[in-house]
């Protein structure tokens, strides 16, 4: 069974930084590209990053493009997203979801939640 | 950027009705990168739909997708009481490439 969960989120102030972690099962992590997207509270879905299963290329969105770090170990079948310079609209549920080479992604995880205040 | 606009924002229905959801995107779509997923309170998205046309694995034969270039269309047939929830269209492309959503469909019982 693919499993994909989400941890790292928590509060931060603004101008903080956070690291998310995706572990993975059920799968061959190493096979596939992985993504982050976020949702924020009440609001529609966002993608947010996206590393190909080789780790390059790396795409980003505008929003987080030049804060944001995505990163993965094959080795640890684990997905990171590196967070920092972190804003009060960073505020969202951050999910890591799994993109099988055709544009979708057909497996998500549980999310975790990132909440940017002071 | 590809805009995807999604109508109607709330669509009204009793189980058992026909429910059509829209997605119309600026620019055309190439139909193999368009996709939809539905959203219950609490939960992740779930993908329901790939290819524009595709079921994806374990959804049933109620939804269906179809369109291409910038029309595109999810169809329930005959709703069931668990199918009430949000539907977001998808659609991957550009240079460099960019994935995009939808703002939402909100199916809610009548």
């Known amino acids: 069974e693919v499993q994909l969960v989400e941890s790292g989120g928590g509060l931060v102030q603004p101008g903080g930084s956070l690291r998310l972690s995706c572990a993975a099962s059920g799968f061959t992590f190493s096979s596939y590209s992985m993504n982050w997207v976020r949702q924020a509270p009440g609001k529609g879905l966002e993608w947010v990053s996206y590393?190909?299963?080789?780790?390059?290329?790396?795409y980003y969105a505008d929003s987080v493009k030049g804060r944001f770090t995505i990163s993965r170990d094959n080795a640890k079948n684990s997905l990171y997203l590196q967070m920092s310079s972190l804003r009060v609209d960073d505020t969202a549920v951050y999910y890591c979801?799994?993109?099988?080479?055709?544009?979708?992604?057909?497996?998500w995880g549980q999310g975790t939640l990132v909440t940017v205040s002071s | 950027e590809i805009v995807l606009t999604q109508s109607p924002g709330t669509l009204s229905l009793s189980p058992g009705e026909r429910a059509t959801l829209s997605c119309r995107a600026s620019?055309?779509?190439?139909?193999?990168?368009l996709a939809w997923y539905q959203q219950k309170p609490g939960q992740a998205p779930r993908l329901l739909i790939y290819g524009a046309s595709s079921r994806a694995t374990g959804i049933p034969d109620r939804f269906s997708g179809s369109g291409s270039g910038t029309d595109f269309t999810l169809t329930i047939s005959r709703l069931e009481p668990e199918d009430f929830a949000v539907y977001y269209c998808q659609q991957y492309g550009g240079s460099p490439p960019r994935y995009t959503f939808g703002q939402g469909t909100k199916l809610e019982i009548k």
């Open positions: 590393i190909s299963s080789s780790r390059s290329p790396i």
């Open positions: 620019q055309s779509v190439s139909s193999g990168y």
């Open positions: 979801a799994r993109d099988p080479v055709v544009g979708e992604f057909d497996y």
